[in-house]
């Protein structure tokens, strides 16, 4: 079964909100986020008509480019892009600027500041300025109090700041990163981001709950026995060694993107839909939420790293054999994990967490399983009982939703079959969806925080995770490391984990 609109009209819908005139600038423009993600998200919106003309693009980095340099660069990137709109470039590309800054030198805070004003008087930008900090994560709070040294943060309705994640390392360091930056300007000028929050399918898990009187009444613990939420990646570690070895599964993936899908998932009704509002409702899942045996926490928690795997003809190297990482590396790039919601709706309900690289299939899911019916009457036509509904929300790739229930199997008897009723986005809009970062950058240059983390959302999911954390950092034994085959589904000891339950891990 397909789910389709009822309106003909597919094409053609957004109704956007329109940006006001501004200067986005990008620290770190010469990395690769800056490459793949920010300026061709940037080049979307334009070609969207989103951006206003009096907009420009000012990347900053410490390697001595030009603005023409800068531009060609850029233009590399998006190679594929423009070539089937050139003309859209040349009038982007125009916009395009660069400055050499070096965000520990208060000399070049000030040339920063002027070239500011420059490109406000040829762009007509208005003073209004969005500052992402694409840079590592050690310089986030010294970047923060560069910026409000030069005055560049004093107006909080002209000036906003773009962090990216990873916040913090733990909770310490999340507390001391909040204290920083709060200091340097305002909450509403800080703009935490997590990229998975700006795809559709996650702002979907919102629509879906709320906006349908089917879902609300049976989405809770009486009806729901379980919720598995998965980020499953085909790829290996690629280029980030450096950054993964220091970081690990934990750090890059759960601490984050899964708690922010869990925390959409889980949150109680906001009274209306508006930032803070939601935000509220998001950090009071966080605060209820605990691991499975905070006691014994290795009781709940299952780490992995890939080794060899693929097949003779397409060998895959083990996370050990990747460059720049250490042999003897005991990094997880697999981690399963059992939470509990301690809180009224949610009481006694399972929540697993996985997320792994290396493995079979590429996908970002959340599934609920809703209890079975107290009394079988049918058999299913597999042999046994019928199986349990199940709503799944795709979020990449093949983004949408899922139905899966029980109907008649043809034939004289009175079996049942399991069945799906299938939502697909570029299907029914007729349209693939926006990339992350579209909706994001966009959002953060409409001052709109309502996808982006707040300081004690993110302390909170830090907090959950400290037990982990502290295991893996003081005593290791505890938490092993166990090796998976490349393109497996991970560590034995992951099905393990949901086997004491009587439970498996969803295999699409």
Known sequence: MTATLT???RVGLRQERVISPQCLVIFGASGDLTHRKLIPALFDLFRQRRLPSEFAVLGCARRPWSDDEFRQKMEAALASK???????????SAGLFYEPVDLQKS??????????????????TRSNRTFYLSVSPAFYGSGCRALAAAGLLADPKRSRVVIEKPFGRDYASAQELNRVVKSCGQENQIFRIDHYLGKETVQNILVMRFANTIFEPIWNRNYIDNVQITAAETVGVEERAGYYETSGALRDMVQNHLTQMLALTAMETPGRYDPEAIRNEKAKVLQAARLADEAEPWNCCVRGQYGPGGTSSDP??????????????????????????????WQGVPFYVRTGKRMPKRMS???LTFKEAPVHLFDSSGGGAPGANQLILRIQPNEGADFRFEVKAPGSGMRSRPVDMD?????????????????LLADAMLGDPTLFTRSDEVEAAWRLYTPLVELIEQQPWQLPVYPYEASTWGPAASDSLLARDGLLWRRP
């Open 365 to 367: 899911e959340v599934v």
């Open 423 to 439: 939502f697909s986005y570029d299907e029914s809009f007729g349209e693939p969806s926006d990339e992350g970062y579209v909706r």
């Open 82 to 92: 423009i070539a089937d709109d050139p003309e859209s470039w040349k009038t982007f």
């Open 316 to 345: 895959l190297a083990g996370y050990r054999q990747e460059p720049n990482v250490d042999p003897n590396s005991t990094t997880e790039t697999y981690v399963a994990m059992k939470l509990f919601i301690d809180n009224w709706r």
């Open 7 to 9: 309106n003909p009209l």
């Open 107 to 124: 000399d070049d805070l000030v040339r920063l500041g002027k070239r500011l004003e420059q490109i406000d008087r040829q762009r007509a």
